[in-house]
T-cell receptor
Framework: GAGVSQSPSNKVTEKGKDVELRCDPI?????LYWYRQSLGQGLEFLIY????????KSGLPSDRFSAERTGGSVSTLTIQRTQQEDSAVYLC???????????????FGSGTRLTVV | KNQVEQSPQSLIILEGKNCTLQ??????????LRWYKQDTGRGPVSLTI?????NTKSNGRYTATLDADTKQSSLHITASQLSDSASYIC????????????FGAGTRLAVHP
């Protein structure tokens, strides 16, 4: 597609349930990032995928969070045993190259708004 | 302490007026500084990208400035329009391999008729 696609756009789940969030990056973009945006806060880095390299998971807040990227394209962020503090907008972004190494821009998806009740 | 601080947190201006948003950062060294616009319910969209050697960059009615010595950047919006109502986010990245971008909390701008 022309942009980064995320699904679902909204998700309401009960505390303790598992959720999966999906990101379809722009075709050919090798770098993919997941961020979390809580109300009134800056974007918080979660995880980074670059090509076939091992992902940088240093931003994942707990072992309840995991992500994978299949075939270098689609990525899924999984949150197990959700807690109310997990409520946030989860944003995915992709780039042709690592945006920190170059001046390539990110393209962000519209995000998934997760509400844990 | 956040490495990227933005001010003001929120701002209300009348349509047609100009405004300036501020970004102070402590990330050092840094590779580039970006300004993004984020409409409600949407992902951030890039407005400008500046390297440490650039002082100013424009994108239509948006002009970003950068003073790498004082570690300050500003985003100036000229002749504001109702559609400028959004959050404006300053983002700084450091060099040396892939990097995690460091995001400010944003300035929420509301343009009123």
């Amino acid at each position: 597609g022309a942009g980064v696609s995320q699904s679902p756009s909204n998700k309401v789940t009960e505390k303790g349930k598992d959720v999966e969030l999906r990101c379809d990056p722009i075709s050919g973009h090798t770098a993919l990032y997941w961020y979390r945006q809580s109300l009134g806060q800056g974007l918080e880095f979660l995880i980074y995928f670059q090509g076939n390299s091992a992902p940088d998971k240093s931003g994942l807040p707990s072992d309840r969070f995991s992500a994978e990227r299949t075939g270098g394209s689609v990525s899924t962020l999984t949150i197990q045993r959700t807690q109310q503090e997990d409520s946030a907008v989860y944003l995915c972004a992709s780039s042709l190259m690592s945006a920190g190494e170059s001046n390539y821009g990110y393209t962000f998806g519209s995000g998934t708004r997760l509400t844990v009740v | 302490k956040n490495q990227v601080e933005q001010s003001p947190q929120s701002l209300i201006i009348l349509e047609g007026k100009n405004c300036t948003l501020q970004c102070n950062y402590t990330v050092s060294p840094f590779s580039n500084l970006r300004w993004y616009k984020q409409d409600t319910g949407r992902g951030p969209v890039s407005l400008t990208i500046m390297t440490f050697s650039e002082n100013t960059k424009s994108n239509g009615r948006y002009t970003a400035t950068l003073d790498a010595d004082t570690k300050q950047s500003s985003l100036h919006i000229t002749a504001s329009q109702l559609s400028d109502s959004a959050s404006y986010i300053c983002v700084v990245s450091a060099p040396g391999g892939y990097n995690k971008l460091i995001f400010g909390a944003g300035t929420r701008l509301a343009v009123h008729p």
